[in-house]
């Protein structure tokens, strides 16, 4: 038995979107189903079609947003050679991904903060095989040569908190910044550059013969 409903349809994929920005404004417990339901345009019971629960949305908006990152970090990462071009990808896709999708990088904040009571199994698989893809990828970095014997572990710390609490703490990041809306094309540009050159500064081997000061 699959753990969350798998319809599609343009009903079932507007429900999830719009508890998608439900869940991110007023987090789990303040979300409510007779607001995504007015928002989407149906009856309340409607949604109950689709999801006997507001956890099971709950989780089917979660496994959405897990498969976005998935298919963004693969596509990063597995085409190509040179890690460095592929590391490159990797920054700016992530960066792209929280930007266009604004509800993600809320979100993903609130899970760390809401504490929802859930079965862990249910997204176990898509959460381990999202971060088991970029630790391999640093591994197999590092032993190829071209990436720093650093922790995998804490590369991927450092990578999801640079994307993650900038497009987050919104205001915040816009007023460090100087800049009215950290959304813009303009600044989403300059925070994808500034990344680029902070953290592959940090994580590329230097080529032989090179100063690494």
Known sequence: MKPFPTRGGDTYEKM???????????????????????????????????FPSKLALYTAVL??????????????IESGT???????????????????RRNYSQILIRIF????????????????RVVGRILVFYREGIEAGAFRRLSPRHFFQTLLGAMLFHYA???FSAGVLGVADVFTHSAVAWRREELRKTLLHGLLEPAPGSSSE
Not at 63 to 76: I, S
Not at 89 to 95: E, I, Y
């Open 16 to 50: 999830l979107e719009v508890a998608e920005g439900e869940f991110a404004r007023c987090g789990y417990a303040g979300a409510h189903l007779q607001s995504i339901a007015e928002q989407v345009g149906v009856q309340k019971t409607a949604l109950y079609y689709y």
């Open 63 to 76: 496994a959405r947003m897990l498969d976005a990152f998935d298919r963004t970090v693969r596509q990063a």
């Open 113 to 128: 903060v809401d504490r929802v009571e859930m079965d862990p199994t249910l997204l176990k698989e898509p959460i381990e």
């Open 82 to 100: 040179d890690y460095s071009d592929r590391l490159e990808r990797l920054l700016g896709m992530v960066n792209d991904l929280m930007a266009e």
């Open 169 to 171: 703490a919104r205001d």
